[in-house]
């Protein structure tokens, strides 16, 4: 490479709305077009050429032009260089869909890549390259460029930033002093044509209105012209409302042909009577053009239309009052076609402008345009190199354009789908963040499966199964962990409450929710991120997947009823998001985490350990496992397990502890465990207090006179049934066991001292009977010696018992019986 080419800026000006310098003589440039027309096939034979070996060596270049493509074609060469015919491309410059590349010395100037370049056809775009160079002989060829050139020129020196604007803006025309293409003599191959247009064309944004010639009333105008990605015409001057007629011309026979009134412009005075605004912007109209006796006020008349000669009148907007309509498409503004296999996002493009068979016409950016079909009556896609018909789409209805989602029937085989059968497409101004509705309207991508109408046709909430099944699934199947080990489902359980305590059958029941998450690599999913939740399977698409079953082995005689049973599936990091040929443009989520939550109330069996009771604590267990099958298949993620207690702790007998995941769970065996404490308040009120109660009562009979034994008697045996009726009932509260338990040696004790205090009194009686002691006690005098009296031997039994035997028994048994239930 003899020299290096240093690219120091690509100037992209596409200043088109800069106003004109006023009041200076029109000047006209000498425009190049090549290949146009809709079925011309461009040629390397088409291009000028220009013989440059004269030039001397340059250090710097500036490189300028204005191009406009017609429609956009694989490489698209602006212009190139070559320093012979042999050595070509010394320099090229060419965009390939959105980006803009330049070649020298057959090296793509990568930098460049980075520039996004907006080009739409149809637009003239202004193009600057300044380059610093020398050495260099120029051929500059049309080679493959499908539209108009103009204004090239080269200069031997850095064009200033200022200098570049004013040319975009079309306020200045200096010729360049190296080559100018208003001045050069150009060797012409091929169809090249060339014409005169005014300067100030190339910046001027007359609008671009396209006729819709069939009859709508106004609110379904305004909906079809957002449905291509335009607005209703409003003209906002004279000549804008010029614009507008002239399209209207040759529609002037087919929109009501009967009658002046023609074309809705999209003005209404609905908000406000007499203020007539543009009806998608809502801004006040600043241009109006009534017809002298209009507009008329009111209620029923709030629409506006041009009539024949382009004077404007007022309408109904009702149902029934049907208008052609014209809408305003911006130039930049495209449709995509998705469905085909474009290998560029610029090739999805299209764009409306102008009618075939009297009807409007969308046009690729590259090879395919989209026509009615007059004879069929349908649309056709067709290729504009080959001129033949790739598929075409059926209408219901004659006015219906083949917008939004629909069967295309392939008339060759296209996209890997034969040639006789049907590919869905789906034309519409949607990006791929949006959804489309069926009807080619868009809406918010998170709207989709709201659960909630958003399209117009509702056809957003078509279609929302969250689950995408691939061939082949076998639901009874479980699938394969990662890395082909055991699959891991992680259990979670949630112990919602505490029903009841069945102490007599050893039984608790519960109600608990019962969480597995597994990940199956077979599915992929969609729309899971409408719903913080994640989404939610539906009854049909459970009965389709494989669900983890599972047991709880400690089921009491089968009591469990399922109350709830929900599939959840969370979103992961690993999003596809669609291309830009997809139709489809939900986001789907591969291996996504699915859970399945049920809730249950069941019955439990606990083995209840009574021997401290009412101090007893229980510890009880939920154990879950999975059926015989799955072994080998399947195993628990032990460690993950999440257990919470979201009922009560204070229970009316129990306060529920340390619910928690057991030791000896393993990974086919989750053992969630929990622990009962008894709350002993009430049952210390019924069990010792009475029992103390009649142990002071019995106690109480020692004191009675030793005459009354009927009154003694009868007293301490009441109290001894009394403690046994209580005893029995505590007993029957209680499951039966054969183990002592800490209450039943406390009863036996009371009953043994209630037993002990009954023998007293009988024996003290039998000892007074055998026993003959004086009545009286004889008085003796102070001094006189003191007579020994014997004390009755009944007294002393009872006394024994009263003051020594009871309180000693009670306190010792007391001691022992109180250190045993607090050990
Ligand atoms: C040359 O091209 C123009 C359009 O650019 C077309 O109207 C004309 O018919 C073409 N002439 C020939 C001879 O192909
Ligand atoms: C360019 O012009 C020179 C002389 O004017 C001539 O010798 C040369 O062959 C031309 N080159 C081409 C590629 O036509
Ligand atoms: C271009 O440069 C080469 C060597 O660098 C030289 O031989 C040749 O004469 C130059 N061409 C012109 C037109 O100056
Ligand atoms: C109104 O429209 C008519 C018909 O196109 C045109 O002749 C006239 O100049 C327009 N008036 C204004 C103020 O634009
Ligand atoms: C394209 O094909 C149609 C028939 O399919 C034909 O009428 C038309 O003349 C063709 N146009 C060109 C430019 O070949
Ligand atoms: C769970 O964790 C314990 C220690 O934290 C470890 O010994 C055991 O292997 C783990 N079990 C599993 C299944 O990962």
Request: aromatic content about 10%; some cysteine.
């Amino acid at each position: 490479m003899r020299a290096i080419l240093l690219l120091l800026i690509l100037a992209l000006a596409l200043l088109r709305h800069a106003p004109l310098a006023a009041g200076k003589e029109e000047v006209t440039v000498r425009v190049f077009s090549m290949h146009k027309g809709m079925w011309t096939v461009p040629t390397t034979e088409v291009f000028l050429r220009y013989n440059f070996s004269q030039v001397e060596p340059l250090n710097q270049l500036s490189c300028c032009y204005w191009i406009r493509m017609e429609s956009f074609i694989a490489t698209n060469v602006h212009f190139s260089y070559a320093w012979s015919a042999i050595k070509t491309n010394g320099l090229s410059l060419y965009n390939v869909g959105s980006r803009f590349r330049t070649l020298f010395a057959n090296q793509v100037q990568t930098k460049l890549d980075e520039i996004h370049w907006p080009g739409a056809p149809d637009t003239w775009h202004h193009l600057c390259h300044l380059f610093n160079h020398h050495n260099y002989t120029l051929y500059w060829q049309g080679q493959t460029l499908r539209g108009d050139i103009t204004q090239l020129d080269m200069w031997r020196r850095q064009l200033s930033a200022d200098e570049v604007m004013e040319m975009a803006s079309c306020h200045l025309n200096t010729p360049g002093d190296v080559f100018s293409s208003a001045l050069a003599k150009f060797e012409v191959f091929g169809n090249v044509t060339e014409m005169s247009m005014p300067i100030k064309q190339l910046c001027s944004v007359s609008p671009n209105y396209l006729i819709i010639p069939e009859a709508r009333n106004f609110l379904d105008s305004t909906t079809l012209c957002r449905s291509f990605n335009a607005s209703p015409a409003v003209p906002s001057s004279s000549s804008d409302n010029h614009i507008l007629y002239s399209a209207l011309q040759p529609f002037l026979n087919i929109c009501n042909p009967s009658a002046s009134w023609k074309l809705w412009i999209g003005l209404t005075d609905v908000l406000e009577d007499g203020v007539w605004r543009n009806v998608l912007t809502q801004e006040v109209a600043s241009y109006l053009n009534f017809s002298n006796e209009f507009p008329v006020l009111g209620t029923i008349y709030n629409c506006v239309e041009m009539v024949e000669g382009g004077l404007w009148t007022v309408d109904a907007c009702d149902q029934t009052t049907k208008r052609c309509a014209a809408c305003h498409i911006e130039r930049e503004h495209f449709l995509s076609l998705r469905g085909l296999c474009f290998e560029d996002e610029h090739q999805t493009r299209f764009r409306l402008n102008g009618h075939v068979n009297g009807r409007p016409v969308f046009w690729g950016y590259y090879d395919y345009i989209i026509i009615w079909d007059i004879l069929d009556n349908r649309w056709s896609l067709k290729n504009t190199i080959s001129n033949v018909t790739v598929a075409w789409t059926e209408v219901l209805d004659l006015t219906e354009y083949p917008l939004g989602r629909r069967m295309w029937r392939l008339e060759e085989s296209l996209c890997g789908a034969p040639q006789g059968s049907n590919l869905r497409l789906g034309l519409s101004p949607c990006s791929l963040q949006q959804f489309m509705c069926h009807s080619g309207s868009c809406i918010a991508a998170h709207l989709r499966c709201n659960l909630r109408y958003d399209c117009e046709d509702g056809s957003d909430e078509d279609e929302c199964e969250v689950v995408v099944m691939k061939g082949g699934y076998q639901k009874h199947l479980a699938p394969a962990g990662s890395g082909g080990s055991l699959l891991t489902v992680t259990p979670s359980v949630t112990l919602a409450r505490v029903a009841s305590v069945d102490e007599i059958n050893q039984a608790i029941t519960l109600e608990l929710e019962l969480s597995l998450a597994w990940k199956d690599d077979r599915l992929v999913f969609k729309h899971l991120g409408v719903t913080t939740e994640g989404g939610l399977l539906s009854q049909a698409e459970m009965g389709q997947v494989w669900l983890p079953r599972h047991q709880l082995t400690n089921l009491e005689g089968g009591k469990i009823k399922q109350l709830h049973q929900a599939v959840v599936v969370r979103g992961t990091d690993t999003v596809q998001k669609p291309g830009f040929n997809s139709v489809d443009t939900d986001l789907v989520y591969p291996g996504a985490q699915m859970t399945i939550t049920q809730r249950y109330t069941a019955t439990l069996t606990c083995s209840f350990e009574l021997y401290s009771y009412p101090f007893d604590a229980q510890l009880c267990t939920i154990d879950l496992t999975f059926p015989p099958d799955y072994k080998g298949n399947v195993k628990f993620a032990v460690n993950n397990t999440n257990i919470i207690y979201t009922g009560k702790k204070k229970l009316s007998l129990f306060v529920v502890e340390n619910v928690k995941l057991s030791g000896k769970s393993s990974e086919s065996l989750v053992v969630v465990e929990y622990q009962l404490n008894r709350r002993q308040g009430v049952i210390l009120l019924t069990t010792f207090l009475p029992s103390f109660l009649l142990l002071s009562i019995s106690w109480a009979t020692l004191f009675i006179r030793i005459e009354d034994l009927n009154v003694r008697a009868v007293m301490s045996l009441t109290t001894l049934l009394v403690l046994y009726t209580l005893f029995s009932n505590l007993s029957s509260s209680l499951p039966k066991t054969a183990e002592i338990k800490l209450i039943d040696v406390w009863f036996i004790f009371i009953i043994s001292l209630l037993f002990s205090n009954i023998m007293a009194h009988i024996f003290a009686g039998a000892v007074e009977a055998t026993v003959k002691y004086p009545k009286r006690m004889t008085v003796v005098p102070r001094d006189q010696t003191e007579i020994q009296v014997k004390k009755p031997a009944s007294g002393r039994l009872l006394y024994i018992q009263r003051y020594l035997i009871i309180p000693f028994v009670f306190i010792v048994f007391n001691i022992v019986f109180w250190s045993q239930v607090f050990r």
